[in-house]
């Protein structure tokens, strides 16, 4: 990319420091949140601010990093509008980093298309590695786009990401972070179930997860969420209601392609459960608290 020049929309739990990494590897940001607090924040690493969006317009590339893609539709409507108006600059890109639908940002890039006049084109590039990747720099970019645009954006994939890859064309992005979270959300419900389990039945978890971590069940996810799962730490790393809709994208993929998706149907209906009981805004870990206040009504109907 001729400038390392970008606009950042959304400075939440992993857009903000997503967004300060780019700082420090020399890209010259431009951001918009909805909370000016975020926004104070951001300037004084050196960031840039704008009240509107669509002042964004002429930046080359605009990343979005919102929990879902009617948030960034929403916010997205007056660059559209702008752009209709007035064309950007040819290669205008437009990244999607949030975890979405794989087929509702297919819709969304006609659409961008359309309003562009064909200049500016939609990559979906969503991330995995949670808060701590966020700030080590060192997330997974999963990407889906055409080799050219892809290559144009590795610098800028490379500022906040260690392992980088294009699965293929637009879409591919978001069907590989959905095929992530169906192995991080079942994973983290399992570590969950056996937590409750094993200190229902006298044991240490800590213990437990210690002994689990040297053998086959150890795991990335174990390593990562296992220390809050077994210290019962809910405190937001990110909202655990995203899951649901995560894990519903998975369900929805696997049913364009007549594939089998067992456990996501069985982890839609958990994380559904989840929020049902109220503990959305809390951490992922929480799933630990739905599957216990699960085994008390169980209790309590048996005695």
């Not at 300037?43 to 669509?54: C, K, Q, T």
């Not at 056996?194 to 229902?200: C, N, V, Y």
Request: hydrophobic letters at 50%; one cysteine or more; aromatic letters at 6%.
């Amino acid at each position: 990319m001729d400038r390392k020049e970008a606009g950042f929309v959304g400075l939440g739990f992993m857009g903000a420091p997503m967004a300060a990494n780019l700082l420090k590897a020399g890209w010259a940001v431009t951001a918009w949140n909805r909370s000016p607090a975020a926004l104070d924040a951001f300037e004084a690493l050196g960031g840039a601010r704008v009240a509107e969006v669509e002042a964004l317009r002429d930046k080359p590339v605009i990343i979005f990093m919102l929990p879902d893609l009617s948030y960034i539709e929403d916010s997205a409507a007056g660059l559209l509008a702008s752009w209709a108006a007035t064309p950007p600059a040819a290669g205008t890109a437009v990244v999607v980093m949030s975890s979405v639908s794989s087929s509702a940002v297919k819709e969304f890039g006609s659409r961008v298309a359309e309003a562009s006049g064909g200049n500016a084109a939609v990559v979906d590039a969503p991330v995995s590695g949670g808060t701590k990747g966020a700030v080590e720099g060192t997330l997974a970019i999963m990407a889906g786009a055409n080799e050219q645009d892809f290559r144009r954006l590795l610098p800028l994939f490379s500022a906040m990401g260690t392992t980088v890859r294009r699965l293929g064309p637009l879409g591919a992005g978001s069907l590989a972070k959905a095929c992530n979270q169906l192995i991080v959300g079942t994973t983290t419900a399992a570590l969950a179930e056996a937590a409750e389990l094993a200190e229902r039945s006298g044991m240490d978890v800590a213990a437990l997860y210690e002994v689990l971590a040297g053998g086959l069940a150890g795991s990335r996810v174990l390593e990562v969420v296992g220390p809050r799962l077994a210290a019962r730490n809910y405190a937001p790393t990110g909202p655990a209601k995203f899951m649901h809709k995560d894990l519903s994208f998975v369900v929805e993929s696997a049913a364009a392609v007549d594939a089998a998706v067992p456990m996501a149907s069985a982890g839609v209906e958990l994380y559904a459960e989840l929020k049902r009981q109220g503990l959305g805004d809390q951490d992922l870990a929480v799933v630990r608290q739905t599957i216990s206040n699960l085994s008390d009504n169980t209790a309590v109907k048996t005695n």
